[in-house]
């Protein structure tokens, strides 16, 4: 069992940025892919980037390419979406993500609560 808790959402203004961490409990954090989605106001969920377990491999939504950056700590469990450029259009729940096999297609096998990224224009 794997829990994963998200922090640093908040209210920014357009072009700011915020730091997301997820920290996740457990001694087996390296061996999980960890992955950010986001859901906004009556829009489906959708991914936002995802890090493999070494940390090596990237993979990041076009919406988010170039703004966005997905990091890990595995000495603290911990992993990061640094978010810079912020939109309007990036408000919305964000959420931890960890799985067991690497991909976009791949099932997600544990999921944080979320945290609220707001942008105000």
């Known amino acids: 069992q794997v829990k994963l808790v998200e922090s640093g959402g908040g209210l920014v203004q357009a072009g700011g940025s915020l730091r997301l961490s997820c920290a996740a409990s457990g001694r087996t954090f390296s061996s999980y892919h960890m992955a950010w989605f986001r859901q906004a106001p009556g829009k489906e969920r959708e991914f936002v980037a995802l890090?493999?377990?070494?940390?090596?491999?990237?993979i990041y939504a076009d919406s988010v390419k170039g703004r966005f950056t997905i990091s890990r700590d595995n000495a603290k469990n911990t992993n990061y979406l640094q978010m810079s450029g912020l939109k309007p259009e990036d408000t919305a729940v964000y959420s931890c993500?960890?799985?067991?096999?690497?991909?976009?297609?791949?099932?997600?096998?544990?999921w944080g609560q979320g945290t609220q990224v707001t942008v105000s224009s």
């Open positions: 993500a960890a799985q067991t096999i690497f991909g976009l297609q791949s099932r997600v096998d544990y």
């Open positions: 890090i493999s377990g070494s940390g090596f491999t990237t």
